[in-house]
């Protein structure tokens, strides 16, 4: 049973980071740190689906009029909020804004729900339903909401965020410096406190008869 306990420290210690050798008394010691980003699906509460709608909401409206302040400050007002309530057009952006900007900041939000540990699917729905405030909510202070945003946004700002999500995981596992500013600069949701999927591995053995795995997380 030892030698198996042996065995699977030696095959483990393949992927750590290579370190001076020690007194074999304490394997633990030649052993650096050995990140794993990740993301851990949970379940949530009502409040807490609240809670995250209400703050990206709240950011929606501050976001806003600072990307867009010529068009916030000289086409929005009340009446034309009033107006444009409950309106839904196709909109004549420019294809930039429909194909590019809209996914992009879509994938975003999802990546955003994503880090608070929503499934894929969750973070879908999640997106979805914020798109859908800031367009019914918030664009309507300068223009009616647009059917193209509707799905564009959320759902392939989603599939964007999907290969964004796995590109950044593996940038940030490289281990290497590059990598991690990487992949941070393009899932800037992993450089905050709430997000739930950073997690430390290391394997331990005592030398004599005990083989472990530390785990903790670090925010």
């Given at each position: 049973m ?11 210690s ?5 370190a ?16 794993q ?8 509460t009502?409040s807490e689906?609240l809670?995250?709608?209400?703050v990206?909401?709240?950011?929606t409206?501050?976001?806003?009029p600072?990307?867009?302040p010529?068009?916030f400050f000289n ?11 409950g309106?839904l ?10 194909w ?18 929503y499934?894929?699917i969750?973070?879908l729905t ?14 309507i ?18 599939v ?5 999500e796995?590109?950044s995981?593996?940038l ?13 600069l393009i ?15 290391m ?6 008869d005990?083989?472990?795995?530390h785990?903790?997380m670090?925010?």
């Open positions: 030892k030698f198996i306990f042996i065995t699977i420290f030696l095959i483990q393949l992927y750590a980071s290579e001076p050798s020690v007194d074999n008394t304490d394997y633990s010691l030649s052993r650096q740190k050995k990140y980003y990740t993301y851990i699906d949970r379940d949530h009502q689906n809670m995250h709608l209400s990206v909401y709240g950011i409206w501050l976001v806003y600072l990307s867009q010529d068009t086409d929005g007002s009340f009446r034309k909020y009033k107006r444009n309530f309106r057009v196709f909109d004549q952006d420019e294809p930039f804004w429909n590019i900007v809209h996914p992009l900041s879509g994938s975003q939000l999802f990546l955003y729900y994503r880090a608070n540990g499934s894929r969750d973070s999640m997106a979805f339903i914020s798109s859908t405030l800031f367009e019914f909510t918030v664009e202070y300068t223009e009616p909401a647009s059917i193209q945003d509707l799905y564009q946004t959320p759902i392939l700002g989603s964007m965020g999907v290969g964004i796995n590109l995981l593996y940030l596992n490289t281990g290497n410096i590059f990598g991690k500013v990487l992949g941070h899932n800037p949701s992993t450089l905050f406190w709430f997000y739930e999927g950073k997690i430390q591995l394997p331990t053995y005592n030398g004599r005990r083989v472990g795995l785990f903790s670090d925010f």
